[in-house]
């Protein structure tokens, strides 16, 4: 069953988002293997990314190994701290 993750970074800016993806996403600008969508943008007081994986594994599998070491060993102009963390299990995904 898909799973979905919102990130959100308090005072968080495009310029942080934009290093933070470069370091964590392919450099083809494809997405990492497992997650089928990805969205971001402003929001109120920040930043907000939301991602879809297929699974809750598959989410598992690319914090533990990429994501968190990625972040841990710091990216130059990246996000400064880890984010708030919502995880959802996908009821219902629609496309237009």
């Not at 990130?7 to 933070?20: C, D, I, L, N, V």
């Not at 943008?41 to 599998?61: F, K, L, N, V, Y």
Request: charged letters at 20%.
């Amino acid at each position: 069953m898909a799973y979905g993750i919102v990130h959100h970074f308090p005072g968080g800016t495009k310029e942080q988002y934009e290093a933070s993806i470069r370091a964590v996403h392919p450099s083809d600008g494809s997405l990492p293997e497992g997650q089928i969508f990805h969205a971001a943008g402003p929001s109120a007081d920040g930043w907000t990314i939301i991602a879809i994986h297929e699974s809750q594994e598959s989410w598992e599998r690319f914090r533990d190994e990429k994501l968190m070491p990625t972040m841990s060993a710091g990216i130059d102009g990246g996000f400064p701290t880890p984010p708030q963390e919502t995880g959802f299990t996908v009821h219902n995904q629609q496309t237009g």
